[in-house]
């Protein structure tokens, strides 16, 4: 009767040891600064361009998130948000490449300007005919 207990004990400390709540302690989120962007120079109205950017992570956790945008449609600041995923990284710094897609709604030029430092940016122009 007692070895049952005491075997019970463990495998309850066992299967909470194991619980899913520690997986979120290493999942972190920052921004990365672009190094690279490949886009045409020009474009069509409602037809999506994919334009090419890359961009170090800290580390070999380190992938894309997302892209956040701010400003108008035709001048916009585009940043790059990377998701670290893993508690044991590798230290090697890789460039990971994402497509921002962007699909102008009106004619007329358009500047994308993705961050690439705390004040730089690389900037993108876009002439958009119908």
Not at 65 to 88: H, L, P
Not at 94 to 109: K, L, N, Q, R
């Amino acid at each position: 009767m007692m070895k049952t207990k005491v075997l019970l004990f463990f495998l309850f400390a066992l299967l909470i040891s194991c619980s899913d709540d520690d997986s979120e302690e290493c999942i972190g989120y920052r921004p990365e600064n672009v190094k690279e962007v490949n886009a045409p120079s020009s474009g069509k109205v409602n037809e999506p361009l994919e334009i090419e950017v890359k961009f170090p992570v800290y580390n070999g956790c380190g992938k894309f998130e997302k892209f956040i945008e701010s400003g108008s449609e035709q001048s916009r600041v585009i940043e790059v948000q990377a998701k670290y995923e893993g508690c044991i990284c590798t230290q090697n710094i890789p460039i990971i490449t994402a497509v921002y897609e962007f699909t102008p709604s009106t004619p007329g030029d358009y500047e994308l300007k993705f961050k690439s430092g705390e004040t730089d940016y690389i900037t993108v122009n876009i002439a958009v005919t119908d």
